[in-house]
């Protein structure tokens, strides 16, 4: 029997301060100002994300080209070492055959 008033007076005093509970339109209009601004703050953080997104891309794309660029004087620096070297190897071969020729001249 006790559990029984218990539990009633538990279930009245919950209803009570349930029904007790209520929201003024000035405490409504103060959550509608405060969600508004996290929209407005949340709207302008994706602005800003997008902003940073799309010169990322950029960058990465400026990156690319200096890198192609680079890989294009590489290739020419290489080619021209390459034509260095044969004209190199091409005068060594010159300077023996008139060192050859000069001693089998100063032979005779």
């Known amino acids: 029997m006790k559990k029984i008033v218990a539990s009633a007076v538990l279930v009245i005093s919950l209803g009570i301060l349930g029904g007790c509970a209520s929201v003024s ?12 601004k996290a929209l ?3 709207a302008a953080a994706k602005t800003a994300a997008d902003n940073a997104a799309a010169a990322a891309a950029k960058a990465q794309s400026s990156a690319d080209a200096a890198k192609s660029t680079a890989d294009a004087a590489k290739s020419s620096s290489d080619a021209a070492k390459s034509s260095s070297e044969a004209a190199n190897a091409c005068c060594q071969d010159t300077q023996t055959k008139i060192d050859r ?6 032979y005779k």
């Open 40 to 42: 407005a703050d949340a």
């Open 25 to 36: 339109k000035e405490d409504l209009d103060a959550v509608r100002a405060t969600a508004s």
């Open 101 to 106: 020729m000069f001693k089998k001249s100063m």
